[in-house]
């Protein structure tokens, strides 16, 4: 895979599957725009990058539930490179939360990062992965193909960018953009952490997903980038409108 030449932009960057998946398309040629909101945990991105390439990216604090933020990304990136080939939209927050004990307020703090914040950024991009005949990588979860107790927004967020990735794929086909999704399973990140999981219940948790994942363990990020990858390149030139699990086969199975 070859990413010469291609300008990427990916949102979420500054940890876990976000930072993976820069370093990794960097590895493979791409110049990388890389957006967090944490601009310490981003510029530790950049470093990595800049280890592993020789060239610094182009990072850009910036939070996805800011109109104008979004707005500013687009204009920056368009600014300094003067096009976009591919859209890795990938920043997400995850919260626990069932239809007895959740509430509005948690619902649209999910919604504004996960979905809305995804919409607005692609409608922003379309006009350049227009020019480009790019293409867009939206990270879902399996949470967006089956559903699980505990974390109703999470899924409800998901089950949206999956029906987004699809119909986006259809509206955007015949002028030469793709747009798919991938669907990770339980992966070693910080995510659960932030969405209130301590350490003792994390770790219990990871030890449950041996038999909640077929293949008996849980995924690391770089398993991720390399799927978002593949998606993003001209390797995967017929597949559109996909939400590609990878989660271990969890999305097979039938446990809670």
Do not use: W
Request: charged fraction near 20%; aromatic fraction near 6%.
């Amino acid at each position: 895979m070859d990413f010469s030449d291609k300008v990427v932009l990916i949102t979420g960057a500054s940890s876990g599957i976000g930072a993976a998946a820069a370093v990794h398309l960097a590895k493979l040629g791409g110049q990388l725009v890389l957006v967090g909101r944490n601009l310490e945990k981003l510029q530790e991105t950049a470093a990595k990058i800049q280890a592993v390439k020789g060239k610094t990216p182009f990072a850009l604090q910036a939070d996805m539930t800011n109109d104008q933020d979004v707005k500013r990304v687009v204009d920056d990136t368009i600014k300094k490179y003067g096009k976009i080939n591919v859209l890795i939209n990938n920043a997400g927050i995850l919260e626990t939360g069932t239809i007895e004990n959740t509430s509005l307020e948690q619902y649209d703090r999910i919604m504004n990062t996960n979905v809305r914040g995804v919409y607005q950024l692609t409608m922003l991009a379309v006009p350049y992965l227009i020019a480009t005949k790019g293409n867009i990588v939206n990270v879902s979860s399996v949470n967006g193909i089956r559903s699980f107790p505990g974390v109703l927004s999470y899924n409800i967020s998901k089950a949206a960018i999956d029906q987004f990735t699809r119909c986006v794929a259809l509206e955007l086909a015949l002028k030469g953009v793709r747009c798919n999704s991938v669907n990770p399973g339980v992966i070693v990140t910080d995510i659960h952490k932030r969405g209130g999981m301590n350490d003792e219940t994390y770790a219990k948790f990871l030890e449950h997903c041996r038999t909640t994942h077929a293949l008996g363990r849980v995924g690391q990020v770089e398993e991720v980038a390399h799927a978002i990858a593949f998606l993003a390149s001209d390797h995967a030139s017929f597949t559109t409108g996909v939400s590609l699990p990878v989660d271990g086969g969890r999305h097979a199975m039938c446990p809670r």
